[in-house]
């Protein structure tokens, strides 16, 4: 038995009921907030290295595009409604509308988007082997950060090399580091899930 298109929850979770995916949302969106906590302040800039884009790229490849997205809209409407979930800024509190306009709110909205682009992408098998899934999540990080500088850019009125230096330079190997991690391991995953299949 061959594995179909499909992401990985569909296809570990075919006969998901309503309720399951409620659980994976919930549990989708604890996952994004712990690892949002992670956060180590970078000098100078508003933009702290986190955990956050990793599980960004993670749910976003796993759950598929709608579920993937649900789940990030429902972490960024918890955020604004309060609750801490958001990762520690410099400029601003972790929670609440502030935080979501204020400079770092670009690369909430470049999550959101990478989301939607690498479900769809996982969705038609992009993860399953690292020849496709490198370059799918080298363009979600790129959609994150694009979206996180402009965002940045426009809002404290910075120079394009003072942007460039304080939000994406001090990230580039973190994020190298996340890409290849999950570039490798997720083939790897499916690669058993195969095998398991095919007995």
């Given at each position: 038995?061959?594995?179909?298109?499909?992401?990985?929850?569909?296809?570990?979770?075919?006969?998901?009921?309503?309720?399951?995916?409620?659980?994976?949302?919930?549990?989708?969106?604890?996952?994004?907030?712990?690892?949002?906590?992670?956060?180590?302040?970078?000098?100078?800039?508003?933009?702290?290295?986190?955990?956050?884009?990793?599980?960004?790229?993670?749910?976003?490849?796993?759950?598929?595009?709608?579920?993937?997205?649900?789940?990030?809209?429902?972490?960024?409407?918890?955020?604004?409604?309060?609750?801490?979930?958001?990762?520690?800024?410099?400029?601003?509190?972790?929670?609440?509308?502030?935080?979501?306009?204020?400079?770092?709110?670009?690369?909430?909205?470049?999550?959101?988007?990478?989301?939607?682009?690498?479900?769809?992408?996982?969705?038609?098998?992009?993860?399953?082997?690292?020849?496709?899934?490198?370059?799918?999540?080298?363009?979600?990080?790129?959609?994150?950060?694009?979206?996180?500088?402009?965002?940045?850019?426009q809002t404290l009125d910075l120079s394009w090399s003072k942007t460039i230096a304080a939000g994406f330079t001090p990230?580039?190997?973190?994020?190298?580091?996340?890409?290849?991690?999950?570039?490798?391991?997720?083939p790897l995953v499916w690669r058993r899930i195969s095998r398991t299949l095919n007995k």
């Amino acid at each position: 038995m061959s594995i179909q298109s499909g992401s990985l929850r569909a296809t570990v979770f075919p006969r998901s009921s309503a309720l399951t995916q409620v659980l994976f949302v919930a549990a989708g969106v604890a996952f994004i907030a712990l690892l949002a906590q992670i956060a180590i302040p970078v000098p100078g800039s508003p933009v702290p290295v986190t955990g956050q884009t990793l599980a960004v790229l993670l749910i976003g490849t796993t759950y598929g595009a709608r579920l993937g997205v649900l789940t990030f809209a429902t972490y960024l409407l918890a955020g604004v409604a309060g609750a801490p979930i958001f990762a520690p800024s410099g400029t601003s509190a972790n929670h609440g509308i502030d935080r979501l306009i204020g400079a770092t709110g670009g690369y909430l909205v470049g999550m959101l988007v990478a989301s939607l682009v690498l479900g769809y992408l996982a969705d038609r098998k992009a993860d399953q082997k690292f020849r496709t899934s490198f370059p799918a999540l080298l363009l979600g990080d790129a959609i994150i950060f694009t979206l996180g500088l402009l965002w940045l850019q426009q809002t404290l009125d910075l120079s394009w090399s003072k942007t460039i230096a304080a939000g994406f330079t001090p990230f580039i190997l973190g994020e190298a580091l996340k890409i290849a991690i999950t570039a490798t391991s997720l083939p790897l995953v499916w690669r058993r899930i195969s095998r398991t299949l095919n007995k």
